[in-house]
C-alpha cells in the first residue's frame, strides 16, 4: 500500500480490503496508520480562497514555520496569477517564520483559479506550493431556486389553479437595487408575472402552468431571470420540475 503524503499534515488512517478465491476468508483488511509531520507548516492552509462580491478587495494571510532545528529562508516568490493578485511576505520572526499576504488589489473581478510558488533554502522542501482560487459571490438570491409541482392529473375536469403556481422571490444579497431585466423561457406552456411590494429591492416572479398546454410525463424545465444592479447583469436560474398524467 503506497499513501500520498504530499499537502497532508497530522494523523493519517488508510485501509484498503483485498479480494481472493479463499474460500474460508475471501476479503482481507489491511490498514495503515501513522503521524505526518511537514519540513515546512503553513497555516491554515495551503489552499488559499478569496471569495467575495464584485469589486471586493480581499485579503487573506498565511503563516508559514519550520518546525525543524533549521533555519527557514524564502528565496524567490512567483506566481502565475500576478494579473489578478498581489503578494507580500513579512517576517515574524527571523528565519524561522513568515507571514504571506495575498489579496486582490482592484477588487475581484471575476473567478480564477493558480498557484503561488515559494522557493525556500530546506533541501527537503525546496518549494511551497499554495492553490490560490478566486471566487465572485452571486449578489442576486433568488429562493427556492428549484420548484417542484408533483404529479398534475389533466383529466380532472377542474383542476385548482394554486396547484399549476409556484412563486419565488428575487432580492440582492447586500444593500443597494437591482432591476428585472426579462424572465427567459424554453416553454410556451409557462408563463410569468411579476410583483414587488419594495420596487427596486425585492420582487415575487409568479410561475404559472397552462393546464390546457401541458406535456405528458415527465417534464424538468428552466426559467432564467435576468437582473441588473449597479449596471451589471446577472442571471439565475430557476429549475421546475413535475409529471403531467
Known amino acids: 500500500m503506497k499513501v500520498n503524503t504530499k499537502n497532508r499534515?497530522?494523523?493519517?488512517?488508510?485501509?484498503?480490503?483485498?479480494?481472493?478465491?479463499?474460500?474460508?476468508?475471501?476479503?482481507?483488511?489491511?490498514?495503515?496508520?501513522?503521524?505526518?509531520?511537514?519540513?515546512?507548516?503553513?497555516?491554515?492552509?495551503t489552499i488559499v480562497l478569496l471569495q467575495g462580491y464584485y469589486g471586493d478587495k480581499i485579503v487573506k494571510k498565511v503563516t508559514i514555520t519550520s518546525p525543524e532545528d533549521q533555519l527557514l529562508k524564502i528565496t524567490d516568490i512567483t506566481t502565475d496569477i500576478d494579473d489578478k493578485i498581489q503578494h507580500k511576505l513579512n517576517t515574524?520572526?527571523?528565519?524561522?517564520?513568515?507571514?504571506?499576504?495575498?489579496?486582490?488589489?482592484?477588487?475581484?473581478?471575476?473567478?480564477?483559479?493558480?498557484?503561488?510558488?515559494?522557493?525556500?533554502?530546506i533541501q527537503k522542501k525546496p518549494e511551497i506550493?499554495?492553490?490560490?482560487?478566486?471566487?465572485?459571490k452571486k449578489e442576486v438570491n433568488v429562493s427556492p431556486p428549484y420548484l417542484y409541482f408533483g404529479i398534475i392529473d389533466t383529466k380532472k375536469e377542474v383542476i385548482d389553479p394554486k396547484s399549476l403556481t409556484r412563486t419565488v422571490m428575487?432580492?440582492?444579497a447586500r444593500e443597494g437595487g437591482l432591476s428585472i431585466k426579462k424572465i427567459e423561457l424554453n416553454s410556451n406552456w409557462i408563463t410569468t408575472e411579476i410583483e414587488t411590494s419594495k420596487k427596486g429591492e425585492k420582487y415575487s416572479v409568479i410561475i404559472i402552468l397552462d393546464k390546457d398546454n401541458l406535456p405528458k410525463g415527465k417534464f424538468r424545465e428552466k426559467v432564467t431571470i435576468h437582473t441588473e444592479y449597479d449596471k451589471?447583469?446577472?442571471a439565475a436560474t430557476i429549475i421546475i420540475d413535475g409529471k403531467v398524467i
Open 129 to 136: 506550493e499554495l492553490f490560490v482560487t478566486g471566487r465572485v
Open 232 to 234: 451589471r447583469p446577472e
Open 92 to 121: 515574524i520572526e527571523k528565519e524561522k517564520e513568515y507571514s504571506l499576504e495575498i489579496k486582490t488589489p482592484s477588487g475581484i473581478r471575476e473567478s480564477f483559479q493558480g498557484k503561488v510558488v515559494l522557493k525556500t533554502n
Open 9 to 45: 499534515k497530522g494523523k493519517l488512517n488508510q485501509s484498503a480490503t483485498i479480494f481472493s478465491n479463499d474460500p474460508q476468508k475471501p476479503t482481507t483488511k489491511i490498514s495503515i496508520s501513522g503521524f505526518i509531520k511537514q519540513f515546512i507548516s503553513v497555516e491554515p492552509s
Open 170 to 172: 428575487v432580492s440582492r
